[in-house]
Each structure stands twice: as C-alpha cells, then as structure tokens.
Nanobody, 122 residues
Framework: QVQLVESGGGLVQPGGSLRLSCVAS????????MGWYRQAPGNQRELIAS???????TYEDFVQGRFTISRDNAKNTVYLQMNSLKPEDTAVYYCMQKIILRGQGLRSADYWGQGTQVTVSS
C-alpha cells in the first residue's frame, strides 16, 4: 500500500556533499515523523536525524553541523543534505516515515526505504 523510494547516494570524495531524497507514495493520509538511518558493514542500524511534521529536527552528535534534514509535506518527501563527508560516513542510508494510511484513523506505522549506498573515499 505504501512505497518509499530513495535516491541520491553514490561515491564522493572526503569533504564532498550529497543530497538524499526519499519519496513516499500510496494510500497516505498523513505522515508524522520522518527520519534517516544508516548501517555500516558489521554495525547496527543507527539513527542520524529526524524531523517532525511541523519541521522541528533533531540530530545525532556525529552529524551535527554537517547534515541537514528537511521535508516537503506536499510531496511526502524527506531530504538529507550531507556536507563535509568523511570516510566513516560510508554506509547504506535508509529513510523511515511514520505514515497514517487512509481509513486507518490516527494509527501510524513505520515504513522504510530500500536503502541507498553512500561511499566516501578518495
């Protein structure tokens, strides 16, 4: 019923920038919190940043000042602008959206994108 499609990953040199996008489609009534996570090989998936429907955002310390999360509610889209990338930022990046489906009252569920690879290397 709902599909999340990510784009924008790739290979970038240290110090470079990338912008990730994640658009949701389907029988969507409303979307609450949106977030970005990442998972490096051998590590657990970790939260990077999240943004509430009203626009308020929170960040983990390791990306504070380098990454910016934003959303476009009209487009059901969340973005992650990543600047000053470091080799340790290399991971598969996943978006998550807490979506309320049409006809489901106010109960939301977590939906995930398929992941996009970000590689930071010279």
């Amino acid at each position: 019923q709902v599909q999340l499609v990510e784009s924008g990953g790739g290979l970038v040199q240290p110090g470079g920038s990338l912008r990730l996008s994640c658009v949701a489609s389907g029988s969507i009534f409303s979307i609450n919190t949106m977030g970005w996570y990442r998972q490096a090989p051998g590590n657990q998936r970790e939260l990077i940043a999240s943004v509430r429907r009203t626009g308020g955002a929170t960040y983990e310390d390791f990306v504070q000042g380098r990454f910016t999360i934003s959303r476009d509610n009209a487009k059901n889209t969340v973005y992650l602008q990543m600047n000053s990338l470091k080799p340790e930022d290399t991971a598969v990046y996943y978006c998550m959206q807490k979506i309320i489906l049409r006809g489901q009252g106010l109960r939301s569920a977590d939906y995930w994108g398929q992941g996009t690879q970000v590689t930071v290397s010279s």
